[in-house]
Nanobody, 119 residues
Framework: QVQLVESGGGLVQAGGSLRLSCAAS????????MGWFRQAPGKERGFVAS????????YYATSVKGRFTISRDNAKNTLYLQMNSLKPEDTAVYYC????????????WGQGTQVTVSS
């Protein structure tokens, strides 16, 4: 199993920045892809960004491309999401997720961290 713990959420004014962290533990060697998702009040959880746990490449939702950057530190088993130029519509609970080798979908999830952007 893989355990994921997010941190770094909070309240920020529009135009500000936050960096989320996701500490992974357990069988991280079984992880193929790591990602960030978010769920706003009254909405379904949606994709934000993802990247392979090893190797290059990253993918972003259109709504965050150019403002958010996903990165990782394999030595620390930590995934990051740098969020710049935040907008009120970015307000959501942000979840870290891991997809293990052979899985069709992300199969491990963190508990989420709240991000609130005030106007």
């Amino acid at each position: 199993q893989v355990q994921l713990v997010e941190s770094g959420g909070g309240l920020v004014q529009a135009g500000g920045s936050l960096r989320l962290s996701c500490a992974a533990s357990g069988r991280t060697s079984s992880t193929s892809t790591m990602g960030w998702f978010r769920q706003a009040p009254g909405k379904e959880r949606g994709f934000v960004a993802s990247m392979p746990w090893l190797g290059a490449g990253s993918y972003y939702a259109t709504s965050v491309k150019g403002r958010f950057t996903i990165s990782r530190d394999n030595a620390k088993n930590t995934l990051y999401l740098q969020m710049n130029s935040l907008k009120p519509e970015d307000t959501a609970v942000y979840y870290c997720a891991a997809r293990t080798h052979g899985a069709n979908n992300f199969d491990y999830w963190g508990q989420g961290t709240q991000v609130t952007v005030s106007s």
